[in-house]
Each structure stands twice: as structure tokens, then as C-alpha cells.
């Protein structure tokens, strides 16, 4: 089982961009996702692209953030704009491949002026 790797996080103030990328192992993926888990609080979902399904995400994001992969490099992106303080987490990638399920060790972003 290979873990997946996030990388992108950063500090920014709000109103801007960050763009999250994970890497995965090259197994089939039938689910991935983005989570966060900001300070005090349960880990949320974010966005995730299930096979044959639409990229859904949670109502706080939506129209803000945008969810992709690119098989060829066995990634995921999370493209956040209009970012906002209440944004501030720790994000998780997570898979759930034909080698089984899988979470990153997380990527900070941190919204703030």
C-alpha cells in the first residue's frame, strides 16, 4: 500500500489562490478525495471524484474550489480560490484503490492577513 503524498499547502492571505496536488500510487483508484481537519474540529469533506460520478463537494467550497487528476501522473489536484480565513486546515488526501484505502500525512494552509 503505497501512501499518498500531499504537497501546496501555504500561507495566504484571504481572497487568494492555492493549489493542493497529491500523488498516488499507480493502482486503479475508485475514490478519491480531498478532507481537512481544522484546529478543534472533525475532519471534513472537501471535494472528491468517484469513478463514473461528477466531482461533488461540501457546501462551503462550492464554486470555490475545484477538484481534478491527471491519470498520466497519478495525481489529484485541489485548484481553492477566494480563500477565506475559515479555511485554515490541515488537508488530507485520501484513496480508496484496488490496493486498498489510504490518508496522506496532510498539507497546512493557512488563510490570513
Known amino acids: 500500500q503505497v501512501q499518498p503524498v500531499e504537497s501546496g499547502g501555504d500561507l495566504v492571505q484571504p481572497g487568494g489562490s492555492l493549489r493542493l496536488s497529491c500523488v498516488t500510487s499507480k493502482s486503479v483508484m475508485y475514490t478519491m478525495a480531498w478532507y481537512r481537519q481544522a484546529p478543534g474540529k472533525q475532519r471534513e469533506l472537501v471535494a472528491r471524484i468517484s469513478s463514473g460520478r461528477r466531482p461533488d463537494y461540501a457546501d462551503s467550497v462550492l464554486g470555490r474550489f475545484t477538484v481534478s487528476r491527471d491519470n498520466a501522473k497519478n495525481t489529484m489536484y485541489l485548484q481553492m480560490n477566494s480563500l477565506k480565513p475559515e479555511d485554515t486546515a490541515v488537508y488530507y488526501c485520501?484513496?480508496?484503490?484496488?490496493?486498498?484505502?489510504?490518508w496522506g500525512q496532510g498539507t497546512q494552509v493557512t488563510v490570513s492577513s
Open positions: 485520501y484513496t480508496d484503490s484496488a490496493m486498498g484505502r489510504s
